[in-house]
């Protein structure tokens, strides 16, 4: 009888852990971007730049 309870929410849930994984990717673009972004200005400006993948392994994202 419980499992007929949830059947009703079960699309919702779906659709709510979608959202949230696409958020998630998006999230994760947006970091990726900035990073990278922030790279080639600091290229421009003639500074030493480490890669982002490198620089934010410390932090727990590898990027």
Known sequence: MAADAYAGCR???ERIAHARAVTDGARWFVVARSAHLADVER???GGNVAPACRRNRA???NL
Do not use: E, Q
């Open 11 to 13: 699309p919702v849930l």
């Open 43 to 45: 290229a421009r400006a």
């Open 59 to 61: 932090d727990g994202m």
